[in-house]
Every structure is written in C-alpha cells, then in structure tokens.
C-alpha cells in the first residue's frame, strides 16, 4: 500500500459511515504550495457535486471524522474544498529504517498477483536492420515490462518478429536471381536489404515480377523446401544481429512469437470472420467494414489470397486470449500505426477474440536528429543502430576520461558501455513518449540534470562518501534526529518512490519514475552543499549517512527499472 492508499483508505471509510457513498472516485495528489501540505484530495469537491452540497461544509466534515493515523499530524481545510494533510515528521523519518530494510525490493507490491500483461515490443522486421523506431520499442517496452513485474505481474514480453509476409517473395526472387538455387551462408542484412530495394527498382521497368514474385512466396507458404530453407536463413542471418543489439542492451523476451507463428491459424481467423459475418467481398479481397465505427475497412484477405499484417496479428490475439487470459495486452508500436490499432481492436472485439482484457496501443513519436530533422542514413546521420551504440560508447570513453584519469583499461571500457547505452535509454525515457524526441549525443551524455549519467554520477557519489567515511553498513541510527529541511524534503521524495512506480506502470509512462530520480538527485546534491555529512556529529552522522544510503539505493532501484545500470566508479 502507498501513502496516498493510506489517505485513500481513511477517506473512503468517512464516505461510507457518513455519506453512503462508497464507489466514488477521487484523487490524492502533490499539492504545488508547501502551505497546501503534503497531499491534498479533491473528494470534498466530488462528493459536493454528487450531493448537491457546498464542498467546504464537506471538506470540514470530512476533516472531523477522518480520526487519527501516525502518518500525519495536521489536516487542513482550503478553499473551495481540498482537504491537505501534513506529514508527521517522526514518522516521517522512521520510514528510513523500513525503506533500508526493504533493501532492493523497496518499491515493490504484489498488487498484480494473479494478473498476466502480454507487451508486444520491439519487433523488428526480418531481412532489414533494425532501425531507431525499433529501439523506441525496445527501450520503452523492456521499462514497461520491468515496471510490472516489480508490481507482482506475470509478464509475457513477447517480439512480434515481422517474419512472414509479402515481401519474402520479392526477396527470394531476386535471391534466385543472383544466387541461383544454392544457399549463401554468409550473405548479410546489408545484402538482403539491397536484394529488397533493387527489386522494387527493376519492377518498376518490369511490373510482371510482382506476379512471379507472389508465386514464389506461395511457394514459401506451401513450405516448399528450397524457398523456405531460404527463408530460415534470412531469419537466422537476422536474428544473429537482432541478438547483438538486445545483448548490448540487455533485454530479454520471454517469448519470440513473429507472424510466421501464426500461419497455419490464418485460414481459420478468415473462415471464422465469413462465418460470423464480419467480413465481406469486396473487389475479390476480404475487408472487414468498419464504417459504423468511423473507421475505414480493414483488410485481411488481398485479391491474389494472400493474408496480411492484420490477419496475423487477429491471429495472435486469438492466441494470447485462449493461452494466457491476460488482463492487459499491450503493444508498444510507433504512433504511425494509430489508426491501424483501432482497426485491429474493434475487429477483434466484433470476432469475440478478445473480452475482458484491457487492449492498448503504446504509441510513441519520432527518433529526431540533432536538427530536428528525421534521422536517416542519407543525411550522414547514421540510423544503422548499431553504428549509433558504439558511436556512443566512443564518445563516452572521451568524457569519462576528463572526470577520471584513474581508470584501467577494462573499467573505463564497462563504464562507457553503460554510461552509453544507460544515456540512449534514459534519454527515450526521461520524455513524454508520445512526442518525438531527439537524439543528440551532447545532451544525452552531459552530466546535467535530465541525463542518465547525471543519476549514475549521483549514484557513484554518494558511494564515494562511503568509501571516505569507512562506514559500510547500515548503523541503524536514531532518525528522528533527521530535522534539517533539506533533509526532509530528501525523506519525502524516498517514501513517494512507490507512488511514482506505481504510476509509471499504470499509465505506461516511464518518464513518471525519471522524474522522480532526477528531483530526488537534484534534491540530493542540494542536500550535500547545505548539510555537512561526514563532519558532523557521530550520531547525527551515523543518520545522515543511512539516509544517503537510501538514496542511492533508490536510484538504482529506479534506473534498473528503466533498464539502465548504474556503475561503481566514473
Ligand atoms: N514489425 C512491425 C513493424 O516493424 C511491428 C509489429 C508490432 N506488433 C504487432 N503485433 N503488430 O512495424
């Protein structure tokens, strides 16, 4: 239970004993004024225009009844109705204890117990690179799947590889076409993505390749032997270097469902759509009309009895129903495929392919070059990911160096390395995801507020302080003696961690437990030049030292969740 639980808690059983009003919905929140206490509610306000009442006769009602709790030691009444609670100080700091017990699980519950979220994310397309759209969902989904795990769910992070599809047949085309029928082991994703874009150079002269084209990747479905033997090449080939990109970041799916999965269910989803009336001939292809719903018709069968990108993904939400009855069933895609999610969704409800499970389309924006400008290989900036990784490593290692000449060669190696990849995560999930971001190395690397290493420098601060006060352990000191502003303000933004976790996974937005890294770190710093730590009296000492314990043991906490690591030395 969060703090703001515990507030809700106490008011909702004033709402029942003395309004009758048990299901109402309210909010507890962070007023902006320090005169506005620490959390305020609107419920007052809500209850009032539920009952036609003045809200401030409410609010001090409210106020009256709401009996004691050693959380807080005053509750005020404002205009034109909040009611504002104040922390008591002692219990306020005797949090620190529980917080330092709780150790690395400090932020965690078990409210999604018993509850599955399949995310969809990352998944690339085979035969092609991996480009920064993919990183987005790479990096986004892998948070999204931390956050709820940390909150007791069970988690299927699965990559939808684009695996299947029309384009496998102008691949194999021009494969055969160079190659003949003999199997290139070594050939590369550079190779196949060209093999791709010269066909549709030469089809442009020569439009009948499309049909010769098309017979070939009926050949693939049939699982005649040649071309699908191919076929698990270009996967493998590809997968060789996806798995290069998620080793270096360090994420991991729990499974690998691509579209080729589904094939063999594809027949039976259209089948099922005729059956049920869904779908509809229209010009010899297969729609589904979605005109009373104020969307444009999707279509899941093509003329030539080719299925498509919405027949398997109905496919794979059928699947993800019957197999793991999840309650949510996210997909963590670029906002260019809007509308194409809403399609999806209603169609699937119109099958019964899904019920009660929450169906969400994660949308994010644009990666945006330093300029602004969209990112691509023709401007000179490079989209290649893995170009843009160790580009970031390299650049790293040049301002590590300048804070710390005494690194060996192997440290100053690891710590660019996750100072790197640390700055490329953090910088997608420090922003709002639904706008475009961009992808400038000056900024994501400066060791300034709003950056990763800005936290992992914190981190290896705070270490520091440790290492010159001899003191490793935890003193289990007296914390009431934790009195100074500075110091308490550090205590609310560590017992508000949770509230922050909470909130970034319920809203899918990571950016909220950035936030509250960078306040807590900025709040830390301001802490250190104001208040002496290791000059000050044992006792006091002794509490100041577990209290930046606490906040850096809340920093990693916070950036693992982001999926960013924090190093020992920098
Ligand atoms: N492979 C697709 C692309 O690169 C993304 C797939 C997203 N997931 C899904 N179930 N449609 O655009």
Redesign the pocket.
């Known amino acids: 239970m969060t703090n703001k639980d515990t507030i809700k808690k106490q008011i909702r059983q004033v709402l029942t004993d003395k309004y009758q009003a048990d299901g109402l919905d309210f909010n507890v929140n962070y007023p902006p004024l320090p005169e506005m206490g620490d959390y305020a509610t609107n419920v007052a306000l809500v209850i009032g225009k539920e009952l036609r009442k003045n809200p401030l006769t409410i609010a001090n009602e409210l106020m009256n009844n709401l009996g004691k709790n050693k959380m807080w030691n005053k509750v005020t009444v404002a205009k034109p109705g909040f009611v504002n609670f104040f922390l008591n100080q002692n219990w306020l700091t005797a949090q620190l204890g529980i917080i330092l017990k709780q150790g690395k699980k400090y932020g965690n519950s078990n409210e999604g117990k018993g509850k599955t979220v399949v995310i969809?994310y990352s998944?690339?397309?085979i035969a092609k690179k991996m480009h920064v759209?993919?990183l987005r969902s790479t990096v986004i989904g892998a948070a999204i799947c931390n956050l709820h795990k940390f909150l007791g769910y069970k988690v299927i992070g699965d990559n939808?590889?684009?695996d299947w599809g029309t384009q496998f047949g102008k691949l194999i085309f021009q494969y055969k076409k160079i190659y003949g029928e003999t199997i290139k082991k070594n050939i590369t994703v550079e190779e196949m993505e060209k093999l791709y874009l010269d066909f549709h150079q030469e089809a442009k002269e020569r439009p009948e390749m499309e049909a010769v084209a098309r017979k070939e990747l009926k050949k693939l479905q049939d699982h005649e032997k040649f071309n699908y033997r191919l076929w698990q090449l270009f996967y493998r080939v590809s997968m060789t270097e996806f798995k290069k990109v998620y080793d270096l970041l360090g994420v991991k799916f729990e499974t690998w469902h691509g579209e080729s999965f589904y094939h063999k269910m594809l027949p039976g989803v259209i089948a099922e759509a005729l059956k049920k009336g869904v779908a509809e001939k229209s010009q010899g292809a297969l729609i589904v009309n979605l005109e009373k719903y104020g969307l444009p018709p999707l279509l899941i069968k093509k003329t030539d009895g080719a299925y498509l990108?919405s027949t398997s993904?109905l496919a794979?939400i059928k699947y993800r129903h019957e197999k793991y009855s999840p309650t949510k069933n996210l997909?963590v895609?670029?906002d260019q495929?809007c509308l194409y999610f809403e399609q999806l969704f209603k169609t699937s409800e119109l099958l019964g392919y899904h019920d009660k499970e929450e169906m969400m389309h994660i949308k994010f924006g644009l990666i945006l070059g330093k300029g602004g400008k969209k990112m691509s290989t023709r401007e000179g900036e490079v989209a290649d990911l893995m170009e843009i990784i160790n580009e970031g490593i390299e650049k790293a290692k040049v301002r590590i160096k300048i804070k710390n000449k005494n690194l060996s060669k192997i440290e100053l190696e690891k710590t660019a390395k996750i100072i790197a990849l640390g700055a490329i995560k953090y910088n997608d999930l420090s922003q709002n995801r639904l706008t475009d971001i961009i992808f400038d190395w000056d900024k994501m690397l400066n060791f300034e507020s709003g950056s990763a290493p800005y936290l992992q420098y914190t981190y290896v601060r705070v270490k520091s302080i440790f290492k010159k006060s001899k003191d490793q352990k935890i003193k289990r000191s007296n914390y009431k003696l934790l009195k100074e502003q500075a110091e308490i303000k550090l205590m609310k933004d560590l017992i508000n961690f949770p509230e922050a976790v909470r909130a970034a996974a319920e809203e899918y937005k990571p950016n909220i437990v950035a936030l509250h890294l960078d306040k807590l770190a900025a709040d830390f710093h301001s802490y250190y030049e104001q208040v002496p730590i290791l000059k000050a009296d044992e006792k006091i000492r002794r509490a100041r030292l577990d209290l930046i314990r606490a906040v850096a043991q809340v920093i990693k906490i916070g950036l693992e969740l982001l999926g960013v690591k924090t190093p020992e030395k920098m």
């Open positions: 969809d998944a690339p397309n759209g993919h939808h590889l684009g990108y993904d794979t997909y895609v670029a495929q």
